[in-house]
Each structure stands twice: as C-alpha cells, then as structure tokens.
C-alpha cells in the first residue's frame, strides 16, 4: 500500500505529468537505451520510430497516476502490460532498470519541480505498480510452464505448411521440432516469433492465431508491409518470412499469450460481432472458427474490411465456414475495388465500415463486439459503437501494436 502521504504527491503532479507524458517517456527511452543497451533487443525499433510505444508507455503511466487510489481501476491495462511482457520474456530483475531511468526521465523533464520529495513518492508509486506486474507475470509464466506441453521462453517450430491467403497475406502452420504436444490457446492470443535477422539485429514480433485451438499445429497469417513511405524500408520480418522462410524452415516460438480472448467457456449465447479491417482479421478468424465449431447455434457476425479481391484473405476458408450448418452472417466490403470485383460480388458493398452499417446489420442493443484493424477503422467502429450506445462492457479490441488513442476523431458515416 502506498502512504497517505504518497498519493497525495502523486495526485498534486499528475497535471504536470500528464502534460508532459510524451517527453518524459521519449527521454526514458533514449537514457535506458544509452546506459543499459542489453535491454534494447527486447523493443521493436519500429515502435519508437512511429513513437507508438512511447505514447502507449506515457499513457499508462497517466492512467496510473490518475487512478492511484483504485489500482482495480488498472486492472485490464495491467492484464494487457503483463500480457505483453510474458510474450517477450520480461524479467522482474529489469524492473529496477527501467524504474531509475523513468525517474531521471521525470527529473530531467520536470527541472524544479521534481523535488527529493516527489521523486521519492513517484519510486514508491513506481514500485508498486511494478511489483504488480511482476505479480502478474510470475502468474503467467508458471501457467505456460504448467500447461499440457507448455513452456516458457522460445521453443524450436518446423513450418510444415505455407500458404499464400491473398497477394499480401502468407499462412505458415508450424509444428514443435521435438513432435511432442503444444498447449491449446484461447482464440483471439498470439504466439511470439524470435527470428535473427541476417543484416539487421531486431526484436520479436508477435502474431495471432488464425485458427481455431487443438489442431496440433500453431497458425500464423502474415501480411508483407511494404515500406509507409518512399524512403522508409518494407517491414523487417514480415518481408523475411514471406521471402525467406521456407518449408521445413525452423522457427524460434514463444508460447501463446494476449488478453483480447473469446472467452469460449461462457455460457453467454449473446449474438458476437467481428469486424476485421485488413490483416486484423486473423485473431476474429480463430475466434469465428471456434465458435462455430463449439457454439454453432450462437448468432455470429463476421465483416472484413479489405482494399479489394487482391487483399481480400480466407474468402474460401470463411465461407466454408458458413456451409456447416452455423449462425455465421458474413459481410465483405472493398474500399478501392478491382475491375469486375463488384460484377463478380468477390464484395457486398464497397465504402468503408460506418455506424449506419453497424446499426443495420448488427444487434446492436445485445451483442458483444470484438474487432483488430488499422488505427483508423478502429477508431471508426469505436466511435460507431459509442453513437450507437454500445457500453465499453461489450467492446473488445485489439492494436497490432503499441496500444494507441482509440477515442481521437475519425470519420462516421
Ligand atoms: C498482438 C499482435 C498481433 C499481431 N498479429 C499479426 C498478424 O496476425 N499478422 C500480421 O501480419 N501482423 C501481426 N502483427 C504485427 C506484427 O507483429 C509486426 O508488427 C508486423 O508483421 C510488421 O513487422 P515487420 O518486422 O515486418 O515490420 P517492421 O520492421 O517492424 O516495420 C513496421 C513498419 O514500420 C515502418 N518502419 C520501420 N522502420 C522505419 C524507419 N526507420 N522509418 C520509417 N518507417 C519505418 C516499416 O516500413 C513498416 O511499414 C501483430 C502485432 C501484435 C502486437
Ligand atoms: C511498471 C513498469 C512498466 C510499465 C508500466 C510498462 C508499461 C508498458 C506498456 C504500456 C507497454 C505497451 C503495451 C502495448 O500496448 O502493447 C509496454 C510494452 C513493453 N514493455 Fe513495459 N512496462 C514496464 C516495465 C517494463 C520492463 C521492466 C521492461 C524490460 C525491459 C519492459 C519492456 C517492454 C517491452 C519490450 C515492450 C514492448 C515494446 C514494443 O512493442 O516495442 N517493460 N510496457
């Protein structure tokens, strides 16, 4: 428990600290990176790059403070953080790293204001939350190790199959070197790829589960990134593992984590809406399947958001999906068509995913929403839930990335 005295502090700096999240977070970064380079591995340079991570870092540090006398208030964004850290191997002994780097970031940042006093209540503030998460974490690892075939850290996966999904996407089902078993995962987690890059040292990337759990392999669905601009380099990775990763290729594997999950032991026969905008469809994917396969007689909504019928993944696997006798209403909409994408109905509508499409389709007085996308069509549905009074209790969502801003302004039709 923090002292009476602590919160206090914490309270009265909280405007000063908010104000300046962003520079406090982007000097933590450059300080640990300086004084302690052997963490540096663990964080995704593409992610500072676009200041991803240090907005998602200064939001939860704002969050923190705001909520600092009812930490359950954090709990999801501790499940998320913690979540995070198990699916890279995150360690309790580099808690105090970062801690003394966040405090010389403040002090650095907050000049005269940062006083012993309040520097000494903000490591008080900073040590709880870290003992939380390592709290958490311990959990999570133990649970990794416990599981039937579990493990923790990385374990050797031979990529048995390789699939192309669509002129962007590639499938790579992937089984255990050591041919023993793999843990069931609930839809909606991802596993984490270790790959040593040949030219260019780099972090682990994670990827969702596109397929239902307890076939024996692990699916991952990758999307090539081409480069954001013309001087910027194509995606690191997934470049590698569409070019360069073959059949019979080994990868190194980190088990399945992530906390944006159908809980599939609900016994809730609420209707459930996916909306997949893009590559974002493959954690909605794991979990359309899944349903199908264990609750067919729940009503369930699957919309994909693609460019058009060169994106457009899993067409023939989600259609299959529906000729077994399932609840599964699909709808596919195409924002820049191909020549005869329309005539030849690859779509049922082209435009881009609106609240007057949520509200026509969708129940959406009952049902529990679930959707992974770019940042924009994340923001778009978001705020199309909200107008159409969707309470935060059945909105669920995914960033493939750092968490970002959902709430800022985006377009609603
Ligand atoms: C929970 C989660 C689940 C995910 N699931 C999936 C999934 O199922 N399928 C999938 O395909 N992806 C998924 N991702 C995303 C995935 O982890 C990778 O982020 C993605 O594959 C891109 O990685 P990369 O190494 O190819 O690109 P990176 O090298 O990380 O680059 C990403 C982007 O940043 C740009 N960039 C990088 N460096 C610079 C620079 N110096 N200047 C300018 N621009 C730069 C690149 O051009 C590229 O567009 C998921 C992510 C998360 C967090
Ligand atoms: C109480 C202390 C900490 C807090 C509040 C915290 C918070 C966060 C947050 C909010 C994210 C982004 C999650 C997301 O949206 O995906 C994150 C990711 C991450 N954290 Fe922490 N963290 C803490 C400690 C640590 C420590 C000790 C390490 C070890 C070096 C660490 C390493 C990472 C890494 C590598 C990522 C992923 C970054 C990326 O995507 O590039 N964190 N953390």
């Known amino acids: ?96 790293i970062v801690g003394k780097h966040l405090l010389a970031a403040i002090k650095e940042v907050m000049g005269d204001g940062a006083t012993d006093e309040v520097l000494a209540a903000v490591g008080e503030a ?76 780099t972090s682990p990337r994670n990827y969702s589960l596109s397929d239902q759990p307890g076939q024996g392999y692990y699916r991952i669905s990758v999307k090539k990134e081409g480069p954001l601009t013309a001087d910027a380099p194509g995606g690191l990775i997934s470049n590698y593992l569409h070019e360069q990763v073959e059949l ?14 159908l809980a599939t032991d609900s016994p809730s026969t609420r209707p459930v809406v996916l909306l997949a905008g893009g590559i974002g469809v493959t954690p909605l994917l794991a979990m359309a399947k899944t349903l199908v396969a264990t609750q067919p007689g729940r009503p369930l909504f699957l919309l994909q958001a693609a460019r058009n019928s060169g994106t457009h993944a899993f067409a023939e696997e989600v259609q299959q999906l529906q000729t077994n006798g399932s609840k599964l209403q699909t709808r596919v909409i195409y924002d820049q068509p191909l020549e005869g994408d329309v005539e030849q109905q690859r779509c049922d509508a082209t435009g881009v995913v609106s609240e007057s499409l949520l509200r026509e389709w969708t129940p959406f007085e009952d049902a529990e929403y679930y959707f992974c996308g770019p940042k924009a069509f994340m923001q778009t549905v978001y705020r199309s839930l909200q107008a159409l009074d969707v309470g935060d209790d059945r909105i669920h969502f995914e960033f493939f990335g750092p968490r970002q801003d959902i709430e800022s302004a985006a377009a609603v039709g």
């Not at 019979?248 to 999950?261: H, V």
Request: hydrophobic fraction near 35%; aromatic fraction near 10%.
């Open 1 to 96: 428990m923090l002292s009476a005295k602590t919160i206090q502090i914490v309270k009265e700096i909280t405007p000063a600290v908010a104000a300046n999240a962003e520079t406090v977070t982007r000097v933590f970064y450059q300080r640990m990176f300086t004084e302690n380079p052997e963490v540096q591995a663990y964080f995704n340079q593409a992610h500072q790059h676009s200041g991803g991570q240090q907005k998602a870092l200064a939001g939860a540090i704002c969050a923190y403070f705001l909520h600092i006398d009812d930490l359950a208030a954090l709990t999801p964004a501790v499940e998320l953080i913690a979540q995070k850290h198990c699916s890279l191997g995150i360690q309790p002994e580099q808690y105090p």
């Open 126 to 201: 900073y040590q709880l939350l870290a003992d939380v998460c390592i709290g958490r974490e311990q959990q999570i690892y133990a649970a990794q190790q416990a599981a039937v075939g579990g493990w923790n850290g990385y374990r050797s996966f031979v990529v048995d199959r390789k699939e192309q999904e669509s002129d962007v996407v590639t499938s790579f089902y992937l089984k255990p070197a050591d041919g023993k078993a793999i843990p069931d995962y609930q839809p909606g987690q991802y596993i984490t790829v270790k790959i040593d890059h040949p030219t260019t040292p």
């Open 248 to 261: 019979g290729d080994t990868l190194q594997i980190g088990p399945p984590c992530g906390e944006f999950t």
